[in-house]
């Protein structure tokens, strides 16, 4: 075989069309097809400002490009502009099915041709007393500057003509969908059916009140988007002008290289070129792509709720935890033993009530916490906040390089440190990405700590919607190595040692080296032996090679792997005793799990970190041992219902090959999220 790994990008790809699989699935309830059209689109945008622009940087370094990633960057970008037009066509046909479907149920999506006189009115009121105000036109004829397209944003690319096009003029507007939203609903006049415009089609309907001076004959109006690289430049010096220079490099992104230029496909090509001159784009460093008249699809994951779209029961309530006595306190229920929490399954509002007691309990000192990404209205904050308010020591770690959340996080960040709170924005060199809360509380004149460690962010908002596990405890060996933990944080210099956690960059990779070692250990002496991991990315080579050599030595192993998976599963001579699977649905699998037999004494992890070399070497990530066996048993029970899984779990190998899904009967199927949610309820 030619290669041992798949390459990322290309896997990544994949895992996208499942996400645009699921939007095409009759069987998903309409809402959510069109929430899942949104999510593809938002992915591809991130994929090209993030991934595309690397390689795109990486074609610079000629022949040194390919000993870094293993490959030639312009065949990869090749590749990838080959299978993002095939998606594109797939999306297109979906979109339109599910606008046949919408006509169907009477919901209508109108462009500014479709209004209808009773319309009209409320539609030239809403521009002119709320998008008029926010809309700045600039011209772009001899003498103009050069128009700063932000990043990502929605604009109009205007055509004023006049004497049958003998004399023309032009400008570009930005479509204000930051303030205003992408979509308004207008009102019904004709019984159940519903109308709803894309804003950009309102602006069009009332473009001609904007251009009066210029006495025009005919007015056109285009859509654009341009789509700019995403990464920051920015050093390790942690000073306290750090804040300045995030904030900085934010300006710069907004501006940075331009990756590519999605334009309305009817756009002449004189107009094009006059835009492209304009923006002073290079066509080696901007991909130009024709689309449709609708672009920045990602705004469909706030598509206008409507209920009738949803089928009865289709949304279900996260489950209070058994563990948790509602009436008494949240320590006491953590301090007689350790609880494992299943959001959205179960409720996230624990964490929250957690650190809320906490602020207001006398007997507690000391909070500190990581911060990655959190709500944009955070009960997470309020009860730091409020902690600090009441005397309690309150530490918190922004990271101020979470990827897309840099703005909210200074924010946070400034309003914490305004309260009283001790902020520290990482380490140098180190992304801070674990996940950990730990508390300090003085009982019988003893300082005792009580800790959550998960694998997703402190984010109710998220947690409603992303698959994790967080684990209460008060277990002293995992407490305090917590505690080190926020030790070497708040002191860069200081190194702790750890038996219980694995911690990055210290020891995680090489303990877990050393537990695949004991499985080809086993194997080899004939005892049972096998590792099950959940990840969301699976590419860092060292431990794609450590598990061949497992698999080679009869090891069983089971991947469960949402996004980019560089192992190849199933090949003979190489992995055939690997089997992966993703799992696509209506919640983003997000948690991290290793299970490792060890000889029939199952060791489990929960982890903040994927098995990429960014999270192993180059991050702060914590994976927490389950030592509980009740625990141990709902981990085992969630892991089995998750493999069986045979409605929204695919094989990887199959679907990098392009395969279908197997079609399964009403009888036998499962969908693991459906009977978790069940196994919750029990």
Known sequence: MKTKFENKEISWLAFNARVLREAADPTVPLMERIRFLGIFSSNFDEFFRVRVANLKRLTLLGKKANAIIGADPRKILSKIQEIFLVQENVFGSTYNHILNELEQKKIFLIDEKKINPNQEEFVRNY????????????????????????????????????????????????????????????????????????????????????????????????????????????????????????????????????????????????????LVSKLQLKKVDCDLIPGRKYLNFKDLVDFPRIDRLYPTGAETSPFPHKDFDARGSIFKD??????????????????????????????VTDIKMTLYRVAKKSNVINALVNAARNGKSVTAVVELRARFDERP???????????????????????????????????????????????????????????DHGLFTSNVSITKEIRKVFELIEDNYKRGSFRHLLVSPFNLRQKLVKLINTEIRNAKNCKEASITLKLNNLVDKAIITKLYQ??????????????????????????????????????LEHTRLFVFCNGGEEKYYLSSADLMSRNLDHRVEVACPIYAKAIQQELRDFLDIQWQDNVKAVWVKDEELGKEKQEVSNDNSVRAQDVFFEHCAG
């Open 127 to 274: 521009f002119r007393e709320i998008i008029r105000p926010r809309l700045v036109p600039l011209m772009l004829d001899k003498g103009s500057g050069v128009p700063q397209l932000r990043d990502g944003t929605l604009y109009l690319v205007i055509r004023l003509l006049k004497n049958n096009g003998r004399k023309v003029k032009h400008a570009i507007i930005e479509v204000p969908t930051r303030s205003l939203g992408r979509f308004l609903t207008l009102p019904r006049c004709e019984g159940e059916s519903q109308y709803i415009m894309f804003l950009e089609d309102v602006i069009r309907f009332c473009l001609a009140s904007i251009f009066t001076i210029f006495n025009h004959d005919r007015i056109e109006a285009y859509s654009v988007k341009l789509t700019r690289d995403a990464e920051l430049d920015v050093d390790d010096d942690l000073s306290e002008s750090y804040i300045r220079k995030i904030s900085k490099s934010l300006k710069q992104r907004s501006s940075g290289t331009p990756v590519h230029l999605i334009y309305d496909k009817r756009m002449s090509e004189s107009l094009l070129k006059l």
């Open 334 to 363: 953590i301090h007689k033993k350790d609880i494992l929490l299943h959001y959205p399954y179960q409720k996230f509002d624990y964490v929250i009530d957690l650190l809320r007691e906490a602020a207001i309990d006398p007997k």
């Open 409 to 467: 996080n200074i924010y946070w960040s400034k309003k914490l440190q305004e309260e009283g709170v001790k902020v520290i924005h990482g380490v140098p060199g180190l992304k801070v990405h674990g996940k950990m809360i730990l508390i300090t509380r003085k009982e019988k004149k003893n300082d005792v700590l009580y800790a959550n460690v998960g694998t997703g962010n402190f984010n109710e908002a998220t947690a409603r919607l992303y698959s």
């Open 550 to 587: 497992a698999s080679q030595a009869g090891v069983n192993i089971k991947l469960m792997v949402r996004g980019m998976c560089s192992l190849l599963p199933n090949v003979k001579g190489l992995s055939e005793n690997i089997q992966a699977k993703r799992i696509v649905d209506r919640f």
